[in-house]
């Protein structure tokens, strides 16, 4: 019976070890994963301003075309550095636009790296922890994660 109770207190001391490693696996993956999430929220937070600030420079740039031809009958803007101006400050907020993009594309490309490693276990792959399987083992890739619900 002595024997039992130690091969017992021995297993539940190597689940309980195994379930302290994955719990600190899964918090590590919880942890990358969630700034993964903040840098891109601040990404596209930034992408959204420039997006706003570009619509404000076309709508200034329209207003300018606009008093031109209308007060001036002027719609040859050669030579008129505020046109150019507004085109100018149009093309960079594009390419800043296109370089946050990037910035997403490269965060988005690295976690999937990361999340492509794989977990080495410390179980043996025919290692037997139960005499029995249980009657219902939970598949876990048909529970359904957030993400697949968007």
Do not use: C
Not at 32 to 37: G, L, M, Q, Y
Not at 77 to 95: C, P, Q, R, V, W
Not at 105 to 121: L, Q, R, Y
């Amino acid at each position: 019976m002595s024997k039992i109770w130690d091969d017992l207190k021995s297993n539940v001391k190597d689940w309980s070890n195994a379930a302290v490693e994955k719990a600190e696996e899964v918090s590590k993956v919880a942890v990358a994963k969630t700034e993964e999430i903040t840098k891109l929220s601040k990404i596209k937070l930034a992408i959204h301003q420039l997006q706003r600030d570009k619509g404000k420079e076309f709508l200034l740039l329209g207003k300018l075309a606009y008093n031109h031809s209308k007060e001036a009958n002027m719609s040859n803007f050669t030579g008129n550095a505020e046109f150019f101006a507004h085109i100018e400050k149009i093309d960079a907020l594009s390419e800043q636009i296109v370089e946050k993009e990037k910035e997403i594309e490269a965060i988005k490309s690295e976690a999937t790296d990361i999340s492509n490693e794989p977990v080495v276990d410390d179980l043996k792959e025919n290692e037997v922890i139960f005499d029995e399987q249980p009657e219902e083992a939970i598949d876990l890739e048909e529970i359904e994660s957030p993400q697949e619900n968007k």
